[in-house]
């Protein structure tokens, strides 16, 4: 009697979401052009391998007049939308609601309204997260976390945005410092890309994700509590520009894995605490925002190594 082999379980594939989206069908989808894509990569088209393969398909090329381009997906394109007609895939994907035309046949690395919209999105409030609770903190829908207890957003055009989780922020407490990469930077996901300290005690923070800093909040910088009071709105740190941003999702938790692995640090927290915060195990309560300050057997440098897997200081 043969036995086949167990097949081992296949993971679900990651994607980008993008926080806040209500459209999720490809730009080439929503033209016309295939019939069936949905967006993987946060409408972050220049850095999208389906983007660049139905382009290469089409021959697009800025330097090369459409017309004469010898593609049945050029001449599909062209019949459905003449040059006049075409819309900008911003308008595609609901970014903005006027009507607006694609001059550049979606070549949208030359376009001076797609970079415009990018910088208008940098200082942009884009709203507050709906939140779960498990075991009394906070996680926010649709947002990426990573194991040092940062968190990532993508937003339109695949951009990043970080900040501090309401874990390590009720963890650690008020904080009289935060030190931020300065814009340009490069940080690299899993090494410290920036800093925070209390008192005479400082910590690193392990980045979520791989990119150049674009922006950085600086009403969180000069004004720490909103760290603590506010982690996932106007708490936020600062933007980048992803290398890859699918490349760093293995690394990160998103939705139910948030949930479980929460709850693991919870114990762990506990374990930390002693056997007379045993009864704070249950999940769904509140809890203090600054447990460093109120439990005094707590330890700086232990919560830093234990949470935030950064050297201790």
């Given at each position: 009697?043969?036995?086949?082999?167990?097949?081992?379980?296949?993971?679900?594939?990651?994607?980008?979401?993008?926080?806040?989206?209500?459209?999720?069908?490809?730009?080439?989808?929503?033209?016309?052009?295939?019939?069936?894509?949905?967006?993987?990569?946060?409408?972050?088209?220049?850095?999208?391998?389906?983007?660049?393969?139905?382009?290469?398909?089409?021959?697009?090329?800025p330097s090369v007049d459409?017309?004469?381009?010898?593609?049945?997906?050029?001449?599909?394109?062209?019949?459905?939308?003449?040059?006049?007609?075409?819309?900008?895939?911003?308008?595609?994907?609901?970014?903005?609601?006027?009507?607006?035309?694609?001059?550049?046949?979606?070549?949208?690395?030359?376009?001076?309204?797609?970079?415009?919209?990018?910088?208008?999105?940098?200082?942009?409030?884009?709203?507050?997260?709906?939140?779960?609770?498990?075991?009394?903190?906070?996680?926010?829908?649709?947002?990426?976390?990573?194991?040092?207890?940062?968190?990532?957003?993508?937003?339109?055009?695949?951009?990043?945005?970080?900040?501090?989780?309401?874990?390590?922020?009720?963890?650690?407490?008020?904080?009289?410092?935060?030190?931020?990469?300065?814009?340009?930077?490069?940080?690299?996901?899993?090494?410290?890309?920036?800093?925070?300290?209390?008192?005479?005690?400082?910590?690193?923070?392990?980045?979520?994700?791989?990119?150049?800093?674009?922006?950085?909040?600086?009403?969180?910088?000069?004004?720490?509590?909103?760290?603590?009071?506010?982690?996932?709105?106007?708490?936020?740190?600062?933007?980048?520009?992803?290398?890859?941003?699918?490349?760093?999702?293995?690394?990160?938790?998103?939705?139910?894995?948030?949930?479980?692995?929460?709850?693991?640090?919870?114990?762990?927290?506990?374990?930390?605490m002693g056997p007379p915060?045993?009864?704070?195990?249950?999940?769904?309560?509140?809890?203090?925002?600054?447990?460093?300050?109120?439990?005094?057997?707590?330890?700086?440098?232990?919560?830093?190594?234990?949470?935030?897997?950064?050297?201790?200081?």
């Amino acid at each position: 009697m043969n036995v086949s082999p167990k097949k081992k379980p296949v993971s679900p594939k990651k994607r980008v979401v993008g926080f806040n989206v209500m459209e999720d069908r490809c730009i080439w989808m929503k033209a016309g052009v295939v019939n069936y894509h949905i967006c993987d990569n946060a409408f972050d088209c220049n850095a999208c391998p389906f983007n660049r393969a139905i382009r290469q398909a089409m021959k697009i090329d800025p330097s090369v007049d459409h017309q004469t381009a010898a593609s049945k997906w050029v001449t599909y394109l062209v019949e459905r939308y003449d040059g006049a007609n075409r819309p900008c895939r911003h308008a595609l994907t609901g970014r903005i609601a006027a009507p607006k035309t694609c001059p550049y046949n979606y070549n949208c690395s030359n376009c001076a309204f797609d970079q415009m919209l990018d910088e208008m999105d940098l200082g942009a409030d884009l709203g507050e997260p709906t939140c779960n609770v498990v075991a009394g903190f906070k996680i926010a829908d649709d947002y990426y976390y990573h194991m040092g207890h940062s968190w990532v957003r993508f937003e339109h055009g695949g951009r990043a945005r970080i900040g501090l989780d309401d874990f390590a922020a009720c963890v650690f407490g008020h904080l009289s410092q935060v030190d931020l990469p300065p814009l340009g930077a490069k940080v690299q996901q899993d090494r410290v890309g920036w800093t925070f300290g209390r008192d005479d005690h400082r910590a690193g923070v392990l980045s979520p994700v791989t990119g150049t800093v674009l922006a950085v909040n600086h009403p969180a910088r000069e004004h720490p509590q909103l760290v603590n009071e506010d982690p996932y709105h106007t708490g936020w740190l600062f933007i980048v520009e992803p290398d890859l941003p699918k490349r760093n999702l293995k690394r990160l938790f998103f939705g139910q894995e948030c949930t479980q692995w929460i709850d693991q640090e919870h114990r762990k927290l506990l374990g930390l605490m002693g056997p007379p915060y045993e009864d704070m195990a249950a999940t769904g309560g509140s809890v203090v925002r600054d447990i460093y300050g109120a439990i005094d057997t707590l330890r700086w440098d232990d919560l830093a190594s234990q949470f935030l897997h950064t050297t201790k200081k």
